[in-house]
């Protein structure tokens, strides 16, 4: 929003935000948002692990321990390297994220709706905890992968976007994972949900590739014309 200026966009999303915080503050106190603050996010910064939770922290905090499923009185506790790799894997797939959607200067209400949706998508990938129920939000980039699909796409993309689709939207993974014993094969099907949305990923960037290609081509002839 920031980076595009959409500053309606900013104040709205702002508003809402302050709202939302003064209601908590107003039913809960400030004491708990403050623990929160100082104690809890803290401790949840570099993800947490255990298979319901699905962000890119809890699979490679998963691959380090070799196993998905824990019972409370397991140490969750990594080293300060690991902590470290995780949050320069977050920050370099953000950036890269970044990068390639700022490649296009000028963004239409079209552009600016599929970055939108590949934002949500790319929150739910590098956010510390994030549980299944967060995944509503991979509705957006979901619809438009499929808006994009309409008349031209290939078999492929539309079985794999039928095959991310029930992978996102079903419990049939972690059905699976439950019955495996604790080890690396477990880990590696705690891995899914990731695959998926980075499969999803690249089919939204791969659609904002072909926008801004088609837009330079229909600019062209005006610009020769001219």
Same mark, same amino acid.
């Given at each position: 929003m920031?980076?595009?200026?959409?500053?309606?966009?900013? %104040?709205? @999303?702002?508003?809402t %935000?302050a709202?939302?915080?003064?209601a908590?503050?107003? !039913?809960?106190?400030?004491?708990s948002?403050?623990? @929160?603050v100082?104690?809890?996010?803290?401790l949840? =910064?570099?993800g947490?692990?255990?298979?319901?939770?699905?962000?890119?922290?809890?699979?490679?905090r998963?691959? @380090?321990?070799? !196993?998905?499923?824990? *019972?409370?009185?397991d =140490?969750? /506790?990594?080293?300060?390297?690991l $902590?470290?790799?995780?949050?320069?894997?977050?920050? =370099?797939?953000?950036? $890269?994220v970044?990068?390639?959607?700022?490649?296009?200067?000028?963004?239409?209400?079209?552009?600016?709706?599929s970055? %939108?949706?590949?934002?949500?998508? #790319?929150? %739910?990938?590098?956010?510390? #905890?994030?549980?299944?129920?967060h995944?509503?939000?991979?509705?957006?980039?979901l619809?438009?992968?499929s808006? *994009?699909?309409?008349?031209?796409?290939?078999?492929?993309?539309?079985?794999?976007?039928?095959?991310?689709?029930?992978?996102?939207?079903?419990?049939?993974?972690?059905?699976?994972?439950?019955?495996?014993?604790?080890?690396?094969? /477990?880990?590696?099907?705690?891995?899914v949900?990731? #695959?998926?949305?980075?499969?999803?990923l690249?089919?939204?960037?791969?659609d904002q !590739? !072909?926008e801004? /290609? =088609?837009?330079?081509?229909?600019?062209s002839?005006?610009v020769?014309?001219?």
């Open positions: 920031l980076l595009r200026r959409q500053w309606k966009w900013l %104040l709205s @999303y702002s508003a %935000l709202i939302l915080l003064g908590s503050v107003w !039913r809960l106190g400030w004491q948002h403050w623990t @929160y100082t104690q809890v996010f803290p949840l =910064s570099n947490f692990e255990g298979y319901p939770l699905k962000s890119l922290s809890t699979v490679l998963n691959l @380090y321990l070799g !196993r998905a499923i824990f *019972q409370p009185s =140490s969750w /506790q990594i080293p300060t390297s $902590g470290l790799l995780i949050s320069a894997a977050n920050l =370099s797939l953000f950036a $890269g970044l990068f390639v959607l700022l490649k296009r200067k000028k963004a239409d209400e079209v552009v600016l709706s970055e %939108l949706a590949i934002g949500a998508l #790319v929150s %739910l990938i590098i956010s510390p #905890v994030v549980w299944r129920h995944y509503v939000l991979v509705l957006l980039p619809i438009s992968a808006l *994009q699909s309409r008349g031209s796409a290939s078999n492929a993309r539309l079985g794999g976007l039928a095959l991310i689709t029930l992978t996102l939207g079903t419990p049939f993974s972690d059905l699976l994972l439950n019955h495996l014993h604790p080890g690396m094969l /477990q880990v590696l099907l705690s891995a949900f990731l #695959v998926a949305s980075g499969w999803l690249v089919f939204c960037v791969q !590739r !072909r801004r /290609q =088609s837009a330079a081509k229909s600019f002839p005006t020769i014309a001219a």
